[in-house]
């Protein structure tokens, strides 16, 4: 299952107001400063998705991932969306210098 915050459908009413609505992929993002995380992109469904209708706007997960992360709950804070779910993710190495001075910007949990 997948769902959204009204601040975050605010956000994307906002940024699709002038164009087409495409479907949003939730995926894991692996790299960074601050260890993996749920993010998201524009992307087409593919054969191994799970596909859901929330609000009006079509968010496409792996089914892999999906099993492991559901729920998931989109939401927007001060640093752009925050993608939230069940999955355990592994800290990065915020505070060691090695991303913007030693700070990730605000945005590790």
Same mark, same amino acid.
């Given at each position: 299952?997948?769902?959204?915050?009204?601040?975050?459908? !605010?956000?994307?009413?906002?940024? @699709? !107001? =002038?164009?087409?609505?495409?479907?949003?992929?939730?995926?894991?993002?692996?790299?960074? $400063?601050?260890?993996? *995380?749920?993010?998201? &992109?524009? =992307?087409?469904?593919?054969?191994?998705?799970?596909? @859901?209708?929330?609000?009006?706007?079509? @968010?496409? #997960?792996?089914?892999?991932?999906?099993?492991? &992360?559901?729920?998931?709950?989109?939401?927007?804070?001060?640093?752009? @969306?925050? #993608?939230?779910? *069940?999955?355990?993710?592994?800290?990065?190495? $915020?505070?060691?210098?090695? $991303?913007?001075?030693?700070? $990730?910007?605000?945005?590790?949990?």
């Amino acid at each position: 299952m997948v769902s959204m915050t009204d601040t975050a459908r !605010a956000e994307l009413d906002n940024y @699709f !107001a =002038d164009k087409q609505r495409a479907p949003i992929r939730v995926y894991l993002n692996k790299g960074g $400063c601050c260890g993996p *995380s749920l993010t998201l &992109a524009l =992307d087409e469904p593919r054969e191994n998705d799970d596909v @859901f209708d929330v609000n009006g706007y079509t @968010f496409v #997960v792996e089914k892999e991932l999906m099993a492991m &992360a559901s729920p998931i709950t989109v939401d927007m804070t001060d640093y752009g @969306f925050s #993608v939230g779910s *069940s999955l355990q993710l592994g800290g990065g190495s $915020c505070g060691s210098g090695s $991303c913007g001075g030693g700070s $990730c910007g605000g945005s590790c949990s």
